[in-house]
């Protein structure tokens, strides 16, 4: 509203409510950016009875948005009125079954129904390839940033650490990570690279570096694309059921996206890569839809492909094309039909491949956390797995408290106006607090593979210090593997990874939600990992110090190797990333493609379930729907219950002091009387009756629709004048001599409106909403009936073409 | 083999190669374990596929004849391969698309104004009531390009998809940056 009362935005106009509507018209021809928007007006929620979202369960049935269906439409054409998923994929039924029964008409048409159908694999084939080469991308160019921290390659700048040493000849275990061509910045700056004066330098350019990239990140954020910030599927899961938020999967948001994930990931932060290549991915996705005329002028499918982009996402974050559809499946899609499953399989599988082939990291690994062991898993073990399930589902739901109370914080504080100084002050604490612990230093994903890691003899790192146990120094032979008690090297990790891990759980916290994209998958698994490794170690010297105990007696006698710590950081980092976003079958198919674990599916579901248990008993929503009801999306939740029973007729409009219901008349209005009625209310649609005497329903027309028709009337039809009729019926009567001729708006009508009755229970009308992705729906009185014996028949009869008879002719 | 370009910079002298082809992108990595008073080792070689084994790549072999076969069949050799010129492309890139962005959005914030100021005059910037506390210049510079009807279409329509643009921008973040919701 401010922005219509600023003289020098729009010159010219005089009506405020008009402007929406002939704004998008007249701009349609040179703008670009509305063509990789999924269309629609920006959505205005400025009503000035702004309940607050948070805590008020109810829904407008008349202002659900003012977005109409502005899928691109020139100036001369009419909008599609029916672009919710059902009535969206009954228009493109129609027009398939046109090409159909085109195609056997002539060569020509049966080529066009080929590559019609032809075209949505096509595309789902581009969307894997675009996702799979820009996460490629993502990945080099995050492990290389990431490794800028620490120092530079001397024989090629673009080389990372690992990259640098490839070629190099030290052999000894202690060296394996340092060569002469890769140099620390204390090395490159003062020549030495031990002491205080080396350790002060690295600490030093360590926080230089990550204050830097912090600092792009969110300044690029704030200047190009502000909706590039923050994960991404709470938006795209409340743009999948239908609702339209115009620019969030434009170019300039995947430009950035792209960008500043790289930066914000190697800045050191305690975030993630996951939840913003899926947005990545959807960007994608919708931005090719604009290369087919069938996805680029209908909504519902276009929705599909997102849920299919949004399969793509994970599968490219994880290499998990399985766990991908599958978390498309349950987390992100409001609508999900058979077709799309395999279409999103096929999408992620090219994705996955198009990653593999571009192999980013020099041993064909596609998978991120691939573990060798196989070691098999006692009965008993089952105790501490359920037990890693309950810290999981208590973290989650903390997590979920404590991250709602800061994002609170940040939109009604003074915390909030400085974006910029927040983002600064986190990454500078997180280097500060992070650098000394080495467990901390390295970045999530690195930690999580060290953890799941099982000490193999190949291994040198802190966390396999134990102490070699005599038998095997001499011959060589029997169980290297065996359990061993702790040495020294694995009690300091042991207490370092206690401290990393009381530090992630509150840095994690302040830093999800902060203006740069993150994710929250890796820090919950890191979390996760932590623990499970620690518990692992745990039982592992409990078993071996007690191994004459009722418990270990059995199963594990010394010199066996039964306990496997790796096992206990994979149970847990599935655990808590179950508490986190409550995911279930996704999240087990994703960690045993990660992990190539196949042996290990029951200890992942035990702590699963367990955690989801858990955490669901404290509050039922997930991190996303949590995020979602903070900003207020309308997003009908589908685990939502009513607490009272209530009536269809105690929720609609109008209601008792309401003035009533504003309608159409089919034939006997003019063009100023409607005018005047649309510009006096805000409804975005009116229904269409027969008389003012008797309100039988018609269909429902939609605002815009009838602004931009009366407007292009207006212009492009002769004799249309404010004194001409409106009329929506199909045969009109002949005008008057001198009368102006009449309007036929039957076009624009949707003749086809859901109704429900005024005494349908509440439940089963959401449950409607819920299922048909409506915005809408008239409540109505009774004209006839339809039973499934009549469907069945009519499907019979069908191929016998019959013409659509006028109801009333019936 | 590759020809090398020496630059010298300030504080770090580098050297940076235009590798041409590199043949070093494959090796064959042994890793094996302690073995009696031998400590672990690390070997690295650049062979192919078939030659990748502990005969091959293990040099020199640590042990003595007959204890040569007991200490291979503890190593264990992987083949690994990569694509230097993959990664050089790719930082490249992202390099000079981070650039480029930095470089744009300098020029929008500074110099437009700037220039816009010097080419109309400081009379002609109309501060309108809403961007009083708003300290971008991206606002007010349509105010100026609606005035000027001079210019040729071409330019006049970029202008315009430009100035819409930094509308679009500015409105996504008032709502992201100072109300905190997505949707205006």
């Not at chain 1, 996402?313 to 290499?319: D, T």
């Not at chain 2, 042990?63 to 492309?89: M, N, P, Q």
């Amino acid at each position: 509203r401010r922005r219509m009362e600023n003289p020098g935005y729009r010159s010219g106009s005089v009506d405020s409510l008009r402007h929406r509507p002939s704004d998008v018209v007249v701009e349609d021809d040179d703008d670009d950016d509305e063509m990789v928007d999924i269309a629609g007006a920006t959505l205005d929620f400025s009503n000035t009875d702004d309940d607050p979202p948070l805590g008020s369960g109810e829904y407008f049935v008349e202002r659900g948005s003012r977005a109409g269906s502005m899928s691109g439409a020139g100036p001369g054409r009419l909008v599609d009125p029916l672009e919710d998923p059902l009535p969206g994929k009954s228009k493109d039924r129609d027009r398939h079954r046109e090409i159909a029964n085109k195609s056997r008409q002539s060569t020509v048409a049966l080529l066009h129904s080929v590559s019609d159908a032809f075209s949505g694999w096509l595309l789902m084939l581009l969307v894997g390839l675009m996702s799979g080469a820009l996460a490629g991308g993502i990945d080099i160019a995050a492990h290389w940033l990431t490794d800028m921290k620490e120092g530079l390659c001397l024989v090629g700048f673009w080389f990372n650490h690992e990259h640098c040493c490839w070629t190099s000849n030290e052999t000894t275990f202690q060296e394996r990570d340092r060569c002469p061509q890769w140099q620390s910045w204390a090395e490159i700056m003062t020549g030495t690279s031990e002491g205080a004066l080396a350790y002060f330098v690295n600490y030093l350019m360590f926080l230089v570096w990550a204050l830097l990239f912090a600092l792009l990140a969110v300044t690029l954020v704030r200047a190009f694309a502000p909706y590039a910030c923050g994960s991404g599927i709470p938006e795209i899961k409340t743009i999948l059921s239908g609702f339209i938020i115009r620019g969030y999967l434009g170019k300039w948001t995947l430009i950035i996206k792209t960008i500043t994930l790289v930066l914000a990931v190697s800045s050191g932060l305690s975030l993630g890569k996951e939840g913003p290549l899926v947005h990545v991915a959807c960007c994608c996705a919708n931005i090719l839809c604009h290369l087919f005329t069938k996805y680029r002028k209908n909504e519902a499918k276009r929705r599909e492909v997102l849920s299919a982009a949004a399969a793509v996402g994970v599968s490219v974050a994880f290499g998990a094309p399985i766990g991908g559809v599958l978390f498309s499946l349950e987390e992100v899609s409001y609508y999900f039909p058979l077709k799309t499953l395999w279409r999103s399989f096929f999408a992620a599988l090219v994705a996955a491949f198009t990653l593999r082939s571009i192999n980013p990291f020099g041993n064909s690994r596609l998978v991120l956390f691939y573990v060798e062991f196989h070691a098999p898993w006692h009965l008993v073990e089952l105790g501490p797995f359920i037990l890693l399930g309950i810290f999981g589902g208590l973290w989650g739901a903390l997590f979920i408290r404590a991250n709602i109370a800061w994002c609170r914080i940040r939109k009604s504080t003074r915390l909030g106006h400085y974006p910029v100084t927040e983002v600064l002050v986190v990454t500078a604490l997180t280097g500060m607090l992070a650098y000394p612990n080495s467990y901390t230093r390295m970045g999530g994903a690195e930690l999580i593979s060290e953890l799941f890691n099982d000490c193999s003899l190949l291994d040198s790192s802190q966390l396999c210090g134990y102490k070699q146990s005599n038998s095997t120094s001499g011959a060589g032979v029997g169980n290297g593997l065996a359990d061993r008690p702790a040495g020294v090297g694995l009690y300091a990790a042991l207490w370092q990874l206690a401290l990393a891990l009381v530090f992630k759980m509150m840095i994690t916290v302040i830093t999800f939600g902060m203006k740069v994209p993150s994710g929250l998958f890796i820090p919950s698994m890191a979390v996760g990992a932590i623990a499970g490794r620690l518990l692992g170690v745990g039982m592992e010297q409990l078993a071996y110090y007690n191994h004459d105990s009722a418990i270990f007696r059995g199963w594990c006698s010394p010199g066996a190797d039964c306990i496997t710590p790796g096992l206990y950081a994979m149970v847990g980092a599935a655990a808590c990333l179950g508490g986190v976003t409550r995911m279930t079958v996704s999240l087990v198919v994703i960690m045993f493609e990660l992990t190539g674990g196949l042996e290990y599916i029951v200890p992942l579901m035990a702590a699963t379930m367990t955690s989801k248990w858990v955490a669901d008993a404290f509050g039922r929503e997930g991190i996303y729907e949590a995020h979602i009801r903070l900003n207020g999306y309308p997003f009908l939740e589908p685990k939502e219950e009513f607490q009272h029973s209530s009536l269809t007729a105690d929720v609609m409009r109008p209601r008792r002091s309401d003035p009533p219901l504003a309608v159409l008349t089919q034939e006997g209005m003019t063009v100023e009387e409607v005018e005047a009625l649309v510009e006096s209310t805000h409804y975005s649609g009116f229904p269409v009756v027969v008389s003012q005497d008797s309100h039988r329903l018609v269909g429902f027309v939609l605002r815009r629709d009838l602004l931009i028709s009366i407007d292009n009337a207006r212009k492009r039809q002769e004799g249309v004048v404010g004194a001409s009729q409106v009329v929506f019926t199909e045969h009109s009567p002949a005008p008057a001599d001198d009368a102006p001729p009449p309007l036929r708006l039957r076009g624009i009508v949707d003749l086809s409106p859901f109704t429900v009755t005024d005494h349908t229970p509440m439940d089963i009308t959401v449950d409607i909403f819920r299922k048909l992705g409506l915005r809408q729906c008239l409540v109505t009185k009774l004209l006839g009936i339809i039973t499934k014996k009549d469907i069945l028949k009519h499907m019979a009869n069908d191929c016998q073409q019959r013409p659509r008879l006028h109801p009333l002719q019936l | 083999m590759y020809t090398c370009i020496h630059v010298s910079l300030k504080n770090a002298k580098s050297l940076i190669c235009d590798l041409l082809q590199n043949s070093e992108d494959i090796r064959c990595k042994c890793i094996c374990p302690p073995y009696r008073d031998i400590e672990g080792q690390i070997y690295k070689q650049n062979v192919s596929l078939k030659d990748c084994n502990c005969l091959h790549v293990v040099e020199p072999m640590p042990v003595d004849g007959k204890d040569v076969e007991a200490y291979c069949l503890r190593c264990e050799c992987k083949f690994e391969e990569r694509s230097s010129a993959t990664i050089k492309v790719t930082i490249i890139m992202y390099l000079s698309i981070l650039g480029l962005l930095l470089l744009y959005m300098v020029y929008l914030t500074l110099l437009e104004p700037m220039l816009k100021r010097r080419l109309f005059g400081h009379s002609q910037l109309i501060q309108s009531d809403d961007d009083v506390g708003d300290q971008q210049p991206f606002a007010n510079a349509h105010n100026v390009l609606s005035h000027s009807h001079s210019r040729p279409n071409m330019l006049n329509k970029v202008e315009h998809a430009q100035q819409r643009w930094r509308r679009q921008v500015q409105e996504q973040r008032k709502s992201v940056f100072d109300r905190h919701v997505v949707l205006s």
